[in-house]
């Protein structure tokens, strides 16, 4: 079956193609995204009905790489596709903020989106692509949705801003960064900079955001051409009572006000609302309340949703008392934890991470195996968020996918930041474990993990903080207000939250979600230099505790030293079968790792006792030494012949002292003058041109007896 296509290009010759109706025909919609060899299938299916008492958007996206779109095998004994990676989890993060806002808030069927690598272009990254699929799929369906959207990578090289660069070119760029968009607004934004500007952001999603509108249009037209999708599906999710609302409206907007208009903390706040819904209820009775608990509950949020909103946009003041600027109060420790390389304790108002560091050798390494990248990283940082952070009960599980995707965000803020192997010779392992939230815990992680990273001693090129933005806007009036540092209150009920992180000279990372159609770009660079000024005052803070990494590592941190030999020397210093290898750590009680890096041998050595590393230096160095006709070595007798002695003068080096060459006078017995162990010194007198083994005399070190 021949499906139906649309074509069109970056505007640089390279083309990208949408198929439908070719392949997955049973689902709702389903479409082909294609660039270069990279395939990708999306499907989407929404059931018919709602779940009962279901008052939410059940949406779930999965994005999936087979490895048989690379020609790879996957990886462990099973040879199967098995969880999704971290990798996956990330681009299914980042296409369902993109997705979600659009559907109709009062649509509650439960939808799937399955995004799916089918084929892939060594040089061309499907993630850059997966949005445009997963949207494609929506918009020739009959799913009610408010689309068409997409995604694409913005990088930046020489200069040069590149819409969905090549996979060879994003390691050469400073800027690499993910935005999702409509036709008329900007959604999503995540990406990792080599600390650029507030205005060189702005460029990139003007850039984005120009090719996004192509790739809308062209799933306009190809929608178009669908019978189905010209007619969405009818449903009714919700049933309302306009007079239960009214009534809730009356009782609770004013005591709401009264509550949101004081400073008040996180719980006292909930508490207080809770009592205003309860009292509501109260009032109605008590045969009635039953069958209208889902109602009361949804228009209490949506008048407490208005109310805030309006308090904060009228009082210009914030629901804990502070000005829309204004940071919370900020204490931070180090060294907390005695017997971790290192550890720091961030706390911001009602949101604390405690993070630990460990430092490890390349065998710590994090293997990567996935369809587009093999490869090791040595620098890992994990994200924990245990249930009493907000004072709850909750089945402790797996890593949610909000943990990976805020873990991911404070790893490149931090990465770029990290010196190269020749300064830092460790693979590290940042732990973030926070203890409370009530507002951005992911940039309690950076500043937490900026802190431990300096109190192990590692030579961070700057320290770098991060701050959570937010905003709340009123369409009619115009009125709009940017909040600094925002609550968990004000994410819910904000209309953009926007994390940035950085060090005083520029963004290393960000990440945001808005929610309100018409944010102009001037408004977004008012709220990047907002928290440009917040950003530095919480780095200011963090420098008050620890200026500058400490000068050494802590006393009980595994000590690296790095040798570097000739890459034909690698075999010797391991030895038949790793015996020199195993016999200089057990002998040591050091661990050494070697790499093969171009033409040399990268050797790290490692141990606790100094003495230990340079005896392995030693040993190395003898190994990789090249034997010298005059000179003196202090060899072992290997083993003994007839017609001479095997010494060995350097590891793996022996040569043949003759029988001859023992003594100056004669010998009769080889055993009786030398045994197998024995240390003796020998001269090295010949190096034969053709097979290259070596003479020693002993008797040229002995005086001469005297002639008669």
């Known amino acids: 079956m021949i499906g139906i296509t649309k074509t069109f290009d970056l505007g640089d010759g390279r083309v990208i193609t949408i198929e439908t109706g070719k392949l997955a025909k049973q689902a709702d919609g389903s479409a082909v995204v294609k660039m270069g060899d990279t395939m990708l299938l999306a499907t989407v299916v929404a059931n ?131 935005i999702g968009a409509s036709m008329d607004n ?52 919700e049933t309302n009572d306009e007079e239960l609302r009214k009534a809730v409206n009356e009782f609770c907007a004013d005591k709401i006000w009264a509550v949101a208009a004081r400073p008040t903390s996180k719980q006292e706040r909930a508490d207080a609302f809770e009592a205003i819904k309860n009292e509501f209820k109260e009032t109605i009775p008590e045969e009635e309340r039953a069958g209208k608990e889902i109602l009361i509950s949804r228009y209490f949020h949506d008048v407490e949703w208005n109310v805030v909103r309006q308090v904060v946009l009228t009082n210009r003041t914030r629901l804990d008392g502070r000005q829309l600027d204004e940071i919370r109060p900020i204490w931070c420790e180090i060294d907390y934890l005695p017997q971790a390389h290192g550890s720091a304790i961030f706390t911001r108002g009602e949101t604390q991470s405690l993070a630990t560091v460990t430092l490890g050798t390349k065998l ?110 009123d369409s009619e009036t115009g009125k709009y207000a940017i909040l600094s540092d925002i609550l968990g209150d004000e994410d819910h009920l904000g209309d953009m939250d926007f994390k940035v992180c950085g060090t005083r000279d520029g963004i290393t990372a960000c990440q945001m979600d808005i929610k309100v159609d018409g944010l102009s770009f001037e408004v977004l660079s008012e709220a990047l230099e907002q928290a440009r000024r917040g950003r530095l005052h919480i780095l200011g803070k963090l420098v008050e505790t620890i200026s500058e990494p400490r000068a050494d590592y802590k006393p009980h941190v595994p000590r690296i030293v790095k040798v570097i030999i000739p890459r034909e020397f690698i075999g010797a210093v391991i030895g038949p079968g790793g015996k020199v290898i195993q016999e200089m750590q057990r002998e040591t009680n050091s661990t050494i790792v070697i790499e093969e890096v171009g033409d040399f041998g990268i050797i790290d050595i490692v141990s606790n006792n100094k003495e230990s590393v340079e005896d392995v230096k030693e040993r190395i160095k003898k190994i990789v030494a090249i034997p010298e006709i005059g000179e003196v070595y202090h060899g072992t007798v290997k083993n003994i012949t007839t017609f001479g002695a095997f010494v060995e003068i350097l590891p793996g080096k022996d040569g043949l002292l003759h029988i001859s060459e023992i003594d100056w006078t004669r010998v009769k017995d080889v055993e009786s003058v ?35």
């Open 48 to 178: 018919k009905q709602a779940g009962e008492n279901v008052d939410f958007l059940p949406l779930t996206v999965e994005y999936r790489e087979k490895y048989a779109a690379a020609g790879k095998f996957p990886g462990g004994f099973f040879k199967r596709e098995a969880r999704p990676s971290d990798h996956e989890v990330l681009i299914a993060r980042l296409i369902d903020r993109a997705l979600r806002p659009l559907f109709p808030s009062d649509f509650h069927a439960e939808i799937q989106v399955i995004i799916t690598l089918i084929s892939a272009d060594n040089e061309i990254m499907p993630d850059a692509l997966a949005c445009l699929a997963a949207s494609a799929a929506i918009s020739v369906s009959d799913i009610p949705f408010n689309g068409p959207i997409s995604e694409v990578r913005v990088g930046r090289v020489d200069g040069k801003y590149i819409v969905n660069p090549v996979k060879s070119d994003i390691d050469n760029a400073d800027i690499d960064i993910m």
């Open 186 to 237: 900007i959604m999503m934004v995540e990406g990792e900079m080599k600390e650029v500007s507030e205005a060189e952001i702005i460029e990139a999603l003007k850039v984005a955001h120009q090719a996004i509108r192509i790739q809308c249009q062209a799933q306009v037209e190809l929608a178009g051409m669908i019978e189905k999708a010209k007619v969405k599906r009818t449903y009714c999710h």
């Open 364 to 473: 710590d390494e994090q293997t990567i195996d996935t369809p587009m990248f093999e490869g090791k990283v040595n620098f890992i940082l994990h994200y924990n968020f245990p249930p009493f952070a907000t004072g709850e009960v909750k089945r402790v599980g797996g890593i949610s996918r909000r943990e990976i995707g805020h873990g991911n965000l404070a790893m490149r803020a931090l990465k770029p930041m990290i010196p190269g192997s020749d300064i830092n010779p460790y693979t590290i392992r940042i732990v973030s474990d926070i203890l409370e939230s009530n507002g951005s815990s992911s940039m309690a992680t950076v500043c937490a993990g900026t802190l431990a990273l300096m109190d192990a001693g590692v030579k961070m090129i700057k320290p770098v903080s991060g701050i959570a933005m937010g905003m709340i806007s």
């Open 674 to 708: 030398l045994k197998v162990g024995d240390k003796i010194d020998v001269k090295l007198i010949e190096i034969d041109s053709k097979t290259g083994k070596l003479k020693l005399s002993r008797k040229a070190l002995l005086p001469k007896p005297a002639t008669n």
